[in-house]
């Protein structure tokens, strides 16, 4: 089975950077797309980022300029810098990945906590 490790979560001031990494099972290259969601109490996940495969990235609209997703194809993971964190940038983050065949089989992480407050 497919594991996703995220890490990188804590607690930081406004203004602060963060770099949450996503560590895989099995190589990048296998997924079609990879990416990063987050979620809040009662709200349900939303997209935060994704890096398809020789595709182009996406960003929500609420984190462009600021967030960065990348790939690292020696450690297996996917990365995503943060940085002018926001207080509504508080959620759990959850890595995603897709592996499409004639159906998509979709994983995710466990999660990493982010919390973002003065």
């Known amino acids: 089975q497919v594991q996703l490790v995220e890490s990188g979560g804590g607690l930081v001031q406004p203004g602060e950077s963060l770099r949450l990494s996503c560590a895989a099972s099995?190589?990048?290259?296998?997924?079609?797309?990879m990416g990063w969601y987050r979620q809040t109490p009662g709200k349900q996940r939303e997209l935060v980022a994704t890096?398809?495969?020789?595709?182009?990235?996406n960003y929500a609209d609420s984190v462009k300029g600021r967030f960065t997703i990348s790939r690292d194809v020696v450690n297996n993971t996917v990365n995503l810098q943060m940085n002018n964190l926001q207080p509504e940038d508080t959620a759990v983050y959850y890595c995603?990945?897709?592996?499409?065949?004639?159906?998509?089989?979709?994983?995710w992480g466990q999660g990493t906590r982010v919390t973002v407050s003065s």
């Open positions: 099995e190589s990048i290259f296998r997924f079609n797309v």
């Open positions: 890096i398809p495969r020789g595709g182009a990235t």
């Open positions: 995603y990945s897709e592996r499409r065949s004639w159906y998509t089989r979709a994983y």
